[in-house]
């Protein structure tokens, strides 16, 4: 792999280091050398695909059992329901309990994911599952996790989380989805850009790095900005309407995603990706994140000033946005100067 001495204690990453980083060894070129058809494979492939259909069967299963009391609803959120995972993929669900779902809209409830109530929540899934006969081994709590999580595997396998009462995160992984649905090739891009900062070991939210949400904020806006995509929100509006019950919304979201045809076809990766990319590495060479929001709900950039690399999520907080890396911003401007400089050599 390509490693970096200075990034190796990444979670004290200063300013300082951000411009050294810059100036470090530079990395191969990835977009000249790389093997289109090996990500084509991880997006797409038949084990890819045939790992999706495990989680699937293992995601109806968890939620058969939870939802037969009729007290919550489980939602999947995360690679697996956006339609990124690979073969090495695990479950995310959100467990929404009715008596905190029914009257909810988007940005009332995400107030409380930390508080006693979700807790008692968590060990109350925890033990039901424990009595399922579908896990392998006991589930694990982790009750002092920013986001607190019940963590178990099944018997065939596949390891998930589950956490408590975040409906915006169902919000936002839809708009994914749906990006990801009407541009299949925005899959690719994102694994490409997942492997360029788990290169310069930039990757990793338990470090304090980025996740993958932040990737696909980036690629969301990214497409959008760029006219590849219409603006999402605005086009299918019925399907994000906060003012509706997200639970009517889930009628939409079953009813509609089911017909979506996408817009380009992901044939042939050798012809669009290397194009793709280098239109991704174009439009974020060009931007200076120390300067801007990052808007992925329409696309649009708008003036700031700021330390933090601020990717505005239509159904989050609208200040501060979704990451928290530390000077995120001037990280991903030596990301992309780099890949910038890469793609020239």
């Known amino acids: 792999g390509m490693s970096c001495g200075i990034l190796t204690r990444i979670r004290y990453f200063t300013l300082v280091e951000a411009r050294r980083f810059d100036a470090t060894k530079p990395m191969v070129s990835r977009v000249r050398k790389n093997n289109w058809n090996e990500l084509a494979h991880l997006s797409y492939g038949k084990k890819t695909i045939e790992h999706r259909l495990k989680l699937e069967k293992a995601f109806n299963n968890i939620r058969d059992f939870l939802e037969k009391k009729k007290e919550m609803r489980v939602c999947a959120i995360g690679s697996y329901f956006v339609g990124a995972s690979t073969p090495f993929s695990d479950l995310d669900?959100?467990?929404?309990?009715?008596?905190?779902?029914?009257?909810?809209?988007?940005?009332?409830?995400?107030?409380?994911?930390?508080?006693?109530?979700?807790k008692r929540h968590l060990y109350a899934v925890a033990s039901r599952l424990e009595k399922s006969g579908i896990l392998q081994k006991k589930p694990f709590i982790l009750s002092h996790a920013r986001i607190p999580i019940v963590n178990a595997r099944t018997r065939s396998g596949i390891d998930f989380d589950v956490q408590v009462g975040n409906i915006d995160t169902i919000y936002s992984s839809h708009l994914v989805k749906l990006s990801f649905q009407l541009d299949p090739r925005q899959i690719l891009v994102y694994h490409w850009l997942r492997r360029s900062i788990e290169g310069y070991n930039l990757f990793g939210g338990k470090f304090g790095m980025f996740t993958s949400f932040h990737l696909y904020m980036l690629i969301l806006h990214f497409a959008q900005a760029t006219g590849i995509l219409p603006n999402i929100m605005e086009e299918y509006s019925r399907l994000f309407d906060t003012q509706s019950n997200w639970m009517e919304l889930e009628v939409n979201w079953r009813e509609e995603q089911s017909r979506f045809s996408p817009l380009y076809s992901m044939e042939?990766?050798?012809?669009?990706?290397?194009?793709?990319?280098?239109?991704?590495?174009?439009?974020?060479?060009?931007?200076?994140?120390?300067?801007?929001?990052i808007d992925a709900g329409k696309g649009e950039l708008r003036e700031r000033s700021t330390n933090q690399l601020l990717l505005i999520d239509p159904f989050?907080?609208?200040?501060?946005?979704?990451?928290?890396?530390?000077?995120g911003a001037a990280i991903m401007n030596a990301v992309f100067t780099k890949l910038m400089k890469n793609r020239l050599e």
Do not use: M, R
């Not at 669900?93 to 107030?111: D, Q, R, T, W, Y």
């Not at 989050?316 to 000077?327: A, E, L, T, Y």
């Open 93 to 118: 669900l959100v467990l929404i309990p009715h008596n905190l779902g029914k009257e909810k809209k988007s940005g009332e409830l995400n107030a409380g994911s930390n508080d006693a109530k979700n």
């Open 268 to 293: 042939d990766p050798n012809s669009w990706a290397p194009l793709l990319v280098d239109q991704l590495i174009s439009y974020y060479g060009k931007v200076d994140f120390t300067q801007v929001e």
């Open 316 to 327: 989050f907080d609208q200040n501060i946005g979704v990451c928290k890396v530390n000077n």
